[in-house]
């Protein structure tokens, strides 16, 4: 068989498993991604993820150093846009908003399986074993630079690798193999003079186009950090309790693109658009597992989750969130508690302050103390006449 057939059997069977998308690159390095990755971390841009270092570029540059005998990459994307419905059970303001890509089943999980399946049917089709190394946001491999090179979409401004058909509402995988076949060309498309995604981002986090400053990106102040959000980034937050998708939804080719087949993106089955804030601030360790168990929202950790809902209380300012934030600055932890101290300060009242000087009663914790004085004097200085 030549690589041509072996080709278009490799993207037939790719997409009758389900992906939206199914192109071919070559196994070369990617050496412009990897100089601009090494370029993103030494200017600190990619602060704040440990993991993500100078060993983990270079090895994701090189194929060949994942796998000996590579040749090519298989490239796939898959939707996981859903219509939008809407899996509110409450009347209540006090929701939070959860980025689409964690409304369904934890996207890794649901794709390496379905890439494992893709090269096991594939081996039987091709008449042999194939070796391959898989990839979802699972290692060092860069994703996006693997699906620009194949043409599965073109570099969007806010660095989102964004689809033809699909937009960037995309989970990208790949496939590193020994197989030769015909490699695809990159698209031959830009976003052109559109910077609404640049615009639109309240956190400025898109420094420049295609350069994210991730210590800045609502995401990564949501899911990744696993300290204090920085005092000047809260207000910023507005309702995102996981991730955010604001460069993504104003993004125009994202708004004609099309859905997703795949049931396991769904909300309300696996997952949750939107999260009724108040009963998650009492959650044990085990009712967050209960209930977040398969969703990307368990990366983020209970205690993170609380902290962003604290946060998203604050931004909302309904002041029926007083009580359960009153009850939250008895958290050992000094984190919550800071956050807390915050959301009251932004709510404001006689109430919250009430609860914010109690707390303050036997509290030793420095960083605490100091944040609990600055939600004090955020009220006071709101009920000063003179100051309005
Ligand atoms: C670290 C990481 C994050 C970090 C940092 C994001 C970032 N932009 O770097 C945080 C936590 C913030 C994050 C957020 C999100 N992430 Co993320 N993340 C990753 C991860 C693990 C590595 C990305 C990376 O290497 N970044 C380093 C920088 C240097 O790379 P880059 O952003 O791709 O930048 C390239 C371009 O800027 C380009 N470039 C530079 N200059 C120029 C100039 C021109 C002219 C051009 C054309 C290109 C160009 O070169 C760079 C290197 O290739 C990948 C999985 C993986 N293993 O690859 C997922 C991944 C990128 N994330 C993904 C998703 C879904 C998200 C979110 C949408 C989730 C959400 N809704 O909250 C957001 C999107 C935020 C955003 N605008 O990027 C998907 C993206 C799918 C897609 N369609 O592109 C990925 C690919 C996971 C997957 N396999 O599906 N993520």
Known sequence: MNSIQATNIVKRHGYRMGFDVVRITSAEPFLEAKKNALNRLDSGLMNGLSWYDKARVIRGSHPSKILKEAKSIIS?????????????????????KVARYSWGRDYH???????????????????????????????????????????????GKNTNIITLTHGSWVFLGQVITDLILQPDEPLKKNCGTCNLC???????????????DNTKCISYLTIELRESIPREMRSQIGDWVFGCDICQEVCPPNIKSLSTNEPAFLPGKH??????????????DEEFRDKF????????????????????LGNIGDPDAIPSLSLIMKNPDSMIVEHAAWALGRIGGDIARQALCAALIGEDRKTVISEIEMAIELIDESADPIKL
């Open 293 to 312: 168990q398969g969703t990307p929202i368990m990366r983020a950790k209970r205690r993170g989750l609380i902290r962003n809902i604290c946060v998203a």
């Open 271 to 284: 997952g949750y658009k939107t999260l009724d804030l108040i009963p998650l601030l009492s959650l044990t």
């Open 198 to 212: 640049i615009d639109k981002c309240p956190t400025g986090a898109i420094v420049a186009p295609y350069i994210l």
């Open 76 to 96: 796939v994307a898959m939707s996981y846009k859903s219509e939008d419905s809407d899996n509110q059970n409450s009347s209540s303001s006090m929701h939070g």
């Open 109 to 155: 999980r649901v794709i390496e399986k379905r890439l494992k399946q893709f090269i096991s049917g594939l081996s039987s089709e091709l008449g042999s074993e194939i070796n391959s190394k898989i990839y979802v946001d699972t290692g060092p491999m860069q994703d996006r630079a693997v699906a620009q090179r194949a043409g599965t979409g073109w570099y």
